[in-house]
């Protein structure tokens, strides 16, 4: 069973930080390529960052890229997204994803509030 668990949501000041994990398990983490979507209020969901299996390509939603990092450990099957510089238009709903064999899977997701 593929499951997807997000970690490490929470309410930060505009400017602050926050590490957003995911562990997954129920597949061979190291063979797929991962990702981070988020969901802000009253918007449609969008990729923020991708990661290929190890690591060789990534890529970030203009928005967002030299602020976030996207990582992954493939020994301990986890994917990461630091978030620095945050920012009230980074409010959203993070979710964690994968495709395999041409199906999405998601994690139940965590909920990012920038606010002062």
């Known amino acids: 069973q593929v499951q997807l668990v997000e970690s490490g949501g929470g309410l930060v000041q505009p400017g602050g930080s926050l590490r957003l994990s995911c562990a997954a398990s129920g597949f061979t983490f190291s063979k797929y390529a991962m990702n981070w979507y988020r969901q802000a209020p009253g918007k449609e969901r969008e990729l923020v960052a991708a990661i290929t299996r190890a690591s060789g390509s990534i890529n970030y939603v203009d928005s967002v890229n030299g602020r976030f990092t996207i990582s992954r450990d493939n020994a301990k099957n986890t994917v990461y997204l630091q978030m620095n510089s945050l920012k009230p238009e980074d409010t959203a709903v993070y979710y964690c994803?994968?495709?395999?064999?041409?199906?999405?899977?998601w994690g139940q997701g965590t909920q990012v509030t920038v606010s002062s």
């Open positions: 994803n994968t495709n395999i064999v041409h199906r999405d899977y």
